[in-house]
């Protein structure tokens, strides 16, 4: 028999559980015209927002950069563009394959009054319209297990960055999962993946990437850090 608190736990487990499969739904590569970005941002507003400031204070700790260039791959409306932006001196584009998360994007970016430092660009990670070593600081959070050749995006990315730059890319919510838990029963989830991690080592190799850290773990997520010799 379960106790109605403990059903009643395991339904909050269930329901968080459902959400975080439907962001991963709406989150397709195609970005197309079954990408519905508004019921997208809706749900990330409502459950999520509160992790990106964290976010992205722990990838300006961590990598030391606060000036120059930065790329915000698959930015989508611009949540961790926004946050890097307020807490540091960086020019970023915030860069998406879906031109209705784009336009949403300068909406959120105007709002703001940051229109003179974030550059909302429809572009594609394979194939991206910047000039090679061009980029002190390439982040993302959630685009990598979309990205359809990650041999091709990692060497893309490897291309862009500058000497001395860094990428800090991958899935979950770093630091900021604390933030989203602490009045939630989030903690025996763990969010589903499309790839695998041989097939992160192999594509990082392939791009002829040799300086990166891979971090792995179970609720802060999968990331991928990456400094350009």
Same mark, same amino acid.
């Given at each position: 028999m379960i106790h109605s608190k403990t059903r009643n736990n395991l339904n909050r487990v269930l329901m968080l559980t459902v959400i975080f499969f439907l962001v991963l739904c709406l989150c397709k590569e195609s970005r197309g015209s079954d990408f519905n970005v508004h019921e997208y941002d809706k749900i990330f507003r409502s459950k999520f927002l509160p992790a990106f400031p964290v976010l992205a204070k722990e990838i300006i700790d961590y990598t030391k950069i606060s000036k120059g260039t930065c790329v915000d791959i698959g930015c989508g409306p611009g949540y961790?563009?926004? *946050? !890097?932006?307020?807490?540091?001196?960086?020019?970023?584009?915030?860069? /998406?394959?879906?031109?209705? +998360?784009? @336009?949403? %994007?300068?909406?959120?970016? @105007?709002? *703001?009054?940051?229109?003179?430092?974030?550059?909302? =660009? !429809?572009?594609?990670?394979?194939?991206?319209?910047? *000039?090679?070593?061009?980029? *002190?600081?390439?982040?993302?959070?959630?685009?990598?297990?979309?990205?359809?050749?990650?041999?091709?995006?990692?060497?893309? =990315?490897?291309?862009?960055?500058?000497? &001395?730059?860094? +990428?800090?890319?991958?899935? &979950?919510?770093? %630091? &900021?999962? !604390?933030?989203?838990?602490?009045?939630r029963e989030l903690k025996d989830r763990k969010p589903p993946k499309k790839f695998t991690h041989d097939e992160i080592l192999k594509a990082l190799i392939g791009a002829g990437i040799t300086e990166y850290t891979v971090v792995d /773990?179970?609720?802060?997520?999968?990331?991928?850090?990456?400094?350009?010799?």
């Open positions: 961790l563009a926004l *946050e !890097v932006a307020k807490i540091s001196d960086l020019k970023i584009y915030a860069l /998406d394959i879906s031109e209705p +998360a784009i @336009e949403l %994007a300068k909406q959120y970016i @105007e709002k *703001e009054g940051l229109a003179n430092r974030i550059i909302p =660009i !429809v572009g594609d990670v394979h194939k991206m319209p910047f *000039e090679d070593n061009s980029v *002190e600081l390439v982040v993302s959070r959630g685009s990598l297990p979309f990205w359809k050749d990650k041999t091709t995006a990692f060497r893309e =990315i490897n291309r862009i960055l500058k000497s &001395g730059g860094m +990428a800090y890319i991958g899935c &979950g919510f770093g %630091a &900021g999962y !604390v933030k989203i838990t602490e009045d /773990d179970y609720h802060r997520g999968y990331w991928i850090i990456i400094r350009k010799l």
